[in-house]
């Protein structure tokens, strides 16, 4: 047990860390991913303390499925902050964080002749901005999803506004948006490691690095996820073929995510599909490991 004074105890804020399902789920019974998620790892939740107590963002390695993603919202679910999100993709620019510039809209606007004379209507806040313009009332938790699909321009574009808790209107480089110290957001960051980061932009920030689930953490998250529908045997079945097919791959040692679990538990219990039965084969096949070649038939 680690001891410290903790700004976020998700054990002491109701969340499933302490086997306390508080989701109240969808009309199927199942939680979504934003409202639970099992915090087993001590060492998680002091990572995520240092990140808030220094200001520094979260930045999250681990392989595709550890629960890296769903971080963010569950802690802005037990802070009570505001969340935002923005994934990024190849073509992500370095200001998609901070704003976007509805090009279609100011040549449309210019081809009817009604081009407005103030710049600032084609442009949308971005998450960042968002976060910032709005921590006087509530503080956020901003989600930066696999920042390694981008160029290493934009995790370095970062370290300006990040630092400085400000950044220039696009429009007007003498006006700034603003946050307080006391009110900035947190910023989690996640990636895959498809990329190597910049150094200067690793130095600024709180690393953590998720480990594939174990066995335990399995069985966890189904119980959290499934509340009243949860069968610890079937899930415990699954879970020891999950820990079989891990390694078997080597372009994905890491095995089945922790998603493709839960898809396979959930269509073995409303199926009435059980491991060991040619049904669990297809099942296994198109939930876990995903090869037409063992899913009975040829493309």
Not at 177 to 195: F, Q
């Amino acid at each position: 047990m680690l001891h410290y004074q903790k700004e976020f105890d998700p054990v002491v804020d109701g969340s499933a860390a302490n086997g306390h399902r508080t989701a109240t789920g969808s009309e199927s019974g199942y939680a979504a991913d934003d409202e639970v998620y099992v915090f087993d790892d001590e060492r998680l939740v002091l990572a995520v303390n240092v990140a808030l107590k220094t200001g520094r963002p979260l930045l999250l390695f681990g392989p595709p499925g550890s629960g890296k993603s769903s971080l963010a919202p569950n802690v802005a679910r037990i802070l009570k902050w505001r969340h935002y999100a923005h994934v990024v993709t190849a073509r992500t620019e370095p200001e998609d964080l901070l704003w976007r510039f509805d090009a279609m809209k100011r040549l449309n606007d210019a081809q009817a002749r009604a081009l407005s004379e103030n710049m600032q209507d084609y442009y949308t806040p971005g998450p960042l901005w968002r976060a910032f313009e709005e921590g006087g009332t509530k503080r956020s938790v901003v989600l930066i999803d696999e920042i390694d699909k981008a160029d290493p321009d934009l995790p370095n574009s970062l370290l300006g506004p990040l630092g400085s808790l400000s950044f220039s209107l696009p429009w007007d480089d003498r006006s700034k948006v603003v946050v307080a110290e006391e009110h900035a957001p947190l910023v989690v960051i996640t990636t895959n490691d498809e990329r190597e980061l910049p150094r200067p932009f690793l130095r600024r920030c709180i690393v953590f690095e998720l480990g594939a689930p174990t066995r335990t953490h399995l069985l966890r998250v189904a119980e959290q996820h499934l509340g009243a529908h949860y069968d610890a045997e079937l899930a415990g079945r699954i879970a020891n073929h999950i820990l079989d097919i891990r390694g078997q791959r080597y372009d994905d040692p890491a095995g089945p995510s922790t998603a493709e679990y839960l898809d396979a538990l959930k269509a073995s219990h409303q199926l009435g599909v059980v491991p060991d039965t040619p049904e669990w084969t297809v099942l296994e096949a198109v939930t876990l490991r995903k090869r037409r070649d063992n899913a009975g038939h040829s493309a």
